[in-house]
């Protein structure tokens, strides 16, 4: 089988950008920080896309390049040390507020990269099991897990007099 050439990856990209800038953040909860992961993400993906054996799987190839990405990001963030108050240079998000997305954004990391595989990216149980190395039962567990407190968070909302 051929190598992907870069025109068919750059067309690759350009189809999921949106999906992988809000997978990032769902991540990293920071816009530069994401921008930055997909940055990444995409030269890797340049660098490496000898190894991409079957181009049917190029898109769980460039979500997973993206995941290990965010998470080194992750890793490398918590070895900072902050010598100045991190507030004074925190910037008002960009993005409209959505409460639902508030609400996703709560959830453990892990439990939120599921939901947004699934629910956004439209993976399946299968391929998001593949992605994260996690057996079938522990993508459902998590996916069950997310809708529950997803739920909560609604209804809880919904008495405080929020829309969705």
């Known amino acids: 089988m051929s190598v992907m050439n870069k025109e068919e990856l750059s ?8 999906e992988m800038y809000v997978l990032a953040y769902s991540i990293l909860q920071n816009q530069s920080d994401a921008q930055d992961a997909v940055s990444e993400c995409i ?3 340049f660098e490496n896309r000898t ?7 190029a898109r769980s190839w460039l979500i997973k390049i993206l995941i290990n990405v965010s998470r080194s990001a992750i890793t490398k963030r918590q070895k900072v040390v902050l010598f100045a108050d991190p ?3 925190e910037q008002a998000s960009e993005e409209p507020e959505d409460y639902l997305w508030s609400a996703i954004l709560e959830l453990q990391e892990n439990v939120r990269v599921v939901m947004v595989l699934y629910y956004y990216d439209g993976f399946s149980v299968r ?3 593949t992605l994260l190395d996690i057996p079938e039962g522990t993508t459902k567990t998590r996916l069950s897990s997310g809708r529950k407190q997803l739920a909560k968070w609604i209804e809880d909302g919904k008495e405080r007099g929020h829309v969705i």
């Open 127 to 129: 391929e998001i099991s």
């Open 11 to 18: 067309e690759l990209i350009l189809q999921n950008q949106k």
């Open 87 to 89: 507030e004074q240079y």
């Open 43 to 45: 030269v890797r993906a």
């Open 51 to 57: 190894s991409l054996r079957k181009r049917a799987s």
